[in-house]
């Protein structure tokens, strides 16, 4: 079916494209950007950790002006509602079956190659997401921003912003809605039987109801699934590892011989190992892609740095524990090494070898949460650049019917490897584009870092921060008074 939807060289040739790019300009530039924003932050990702907690039930408000509704009341979207729709586009398919794909055609060191850019990116994360929040902007009902916006306003550089709002509407709002569709139409088909077509529809239904919505009914569906379905999926996981825990010595000699090719099955594949290990590790955790800062920018706090912490913890959330926890379900069962399994029907299988028939209809509803919430997600961020782009609203309610109709019934017909191929090609683009920014932009960032720790140094408990701080880019900075 996939054939009437993308021919088989064209496959080819973007799977070439995308080898070309990974290999000699992505892997390397995304590790030695998170060893500088490591070093530069000293540690911002590992020292700060229980900040991070801490800030998940801020509940500051200042700064809200020019956000009062009809009724002057102030609407604002808080830590954690923001916290809540990057967990909800980070958490979807890229744990259960990006994990599997990444395993099955990496071996099991690609895990571990996972743990490393997770570890590194939740660095970048944090530049990131404190340089959305700086360069943030007031809207109608909501604050907004994102790299077009610090691209615009921090680099004065107005191609590269509209290059990058391009970039991530086509990625996010479309090729990656259509792998999110396409993985939950696998599930349910292995599970259940049910007709792919049928499912897309019924998707595309439900999705395009909630995007019109908002980001409002966004925030507040994201903040009941995430939590329902991450605490669901780990407890179920953690369970099954428990119950194999006398493996897990062996599973992590597994995953670290495979990862640098001490095995003598990984032995010639070592580049495909790490290569499949970074690029499912940032699909699935997102730090460096540019995605994240949309959402952090619309939170209402009272320093920058506050969301940028809040950020760099999903990455930990994200890649740490729930990919983790995929990771020892597969490689405990065994069934890695099946080369007719692949994806989520990996993933299903190896659940059904440990819990029975219950696994593959748990994952089916499990994947059904994670990824119809990384899709109204995902949607959000085309719209934040949408609307960095054009005021049209004739322009953004076309955006709505492809994002949450057309490319959602594409991916819910099309195969695992079109929509993969598609996304990572859609994913090099996008993250080499926002590296340069927040490379140039980081000194912000780091500058406000250092402020946020003189502050809680000096006995502040809630630091607070107003343009007039950074007189150099105060006339860049819309928000903040």
Request: charged residues 10%; proline residues 2%; glycine residues 10%.
């Amino acid at each position: 079916m996939a054939s009437h939807l993308l021919n088989q060289p064209m496959n080819e040739l973007i799977t070439h494209i995308n080898d070309a790019l990974w290999t000699y300009l992505l892997i390397g530039t995304l590790i030695v950007c998170g060893l500088w924003f490591t070093w530069k932050t000293k540690g911002v990702q590992f020292r700060m950790v229980g900040e991070m907690f801490r800030l998940l039930t801020d509940s500051a408000t200042s700064g809200t002006q020019g956000l009062e509704d009809k009724n002057n009341n102030h609407r604002h979207i808080s830590s954690f509602q923001a916290f809540a729709v990057s967990v909800a586009t980070r958490v979807g398919t890229g744990n259960l079956a990006g994990v599997a794909t990444a395993i099955a055609i990496g071996g099991p060191g690609a895990v571990f190659w996972m743990w490393i850019i997770a570890l590194l990116g939740s660095a970048t994360a944090f530049i990131e997401s404190t340089l959305g929040q700086l360069f943030k902007q007031r809207h109608k009902d909501s604050f907004i921003g994102g790299p077009a916006y610090y691209i615009l306003k921090g680099m004065h550089c107005r191609w590269m912003a509209y290059l990058f709002a391009i970039l991530i509407t086509i990625t996010f709002g479309l090729s990656y809605n259509s792998i999110q569709s396409n993985t939950i139409c696998g599930a349910m088909h292995e599970a259940f039987g049910w007709d792919p077509l049928v499912v897309g529809i019924a998707i595309a239904a439900v999705a395009l109801v909630i995007v019109f919505g908002g980001i409002h009914r966004i925030a507040k569906v994201s903040s009941v699934l995430v939590p329902l379905m991450t605490i669901g999926y780990f407890i179920l996981a953690l369970v099954i590892v428990v119950m194999n825990i006398q493996h897990i010595p062996h599973v992590l000699k597994v995953i670290v011989d495979s990862a640098f090719g001490l095995e003598q099955s990984a032995g010639g594949m070592l580049g495909a190992t790490i290569m499949n290990g970074v690029k499912r590790g940032l699909f699935s955790n997102e730090a460096g892609e540019g995605s994240a800062p949309n959402v952090a920018a619309t939170a209402t706090v009272t320093h920058p740095v506050k969301q940028g912490l809040i950020q760099a913890l999903g990455v930990f959330t994200d890649t740490l524990l729930v990919c983790s926890c995929t990771a020892f379900v597969i490689l405990i069962s065994g069934l890695y090494n099946v080369p007719e399994l692949n994806g989520i029907a990996l993933t299903q299988a190896a659940l059904s070898s440990e819990v029975g028939t219950f696994g593959p209809a748990f994952i089916a509803i499990a994947i059904f949460l994670f990824a119809f919430s990384s899709i109204i997600g995902n949607y959000y961020y085309g719209e934040a650049n949408i609307r960095f782009m054009t005021s049209s609203q004739r322009v953004l309610t076309v955006f709505r019917l492809l994002s949450g109709g057309a490319m959602v019934m594409f991916g819910a017909l099309a195969s695992l490897e079109v929509v993969w191929n598609l996304g990572d090609l859609c994913m090099a683009l996008i993250t080499a584009c926002n590296l340069i920014a927040i490379v140039v932009l980081s000194k912000h960032a780091f500058w406000l870092l250092d402020d946020y720790r003189r502050q809680k140094r000096s006995g502040i408990k809630e630091p607070k921060f107003h343009k007039d701080m950074m007189p150099e880019i105060a006339h860049d900075l819309d928000c903040w008074d």
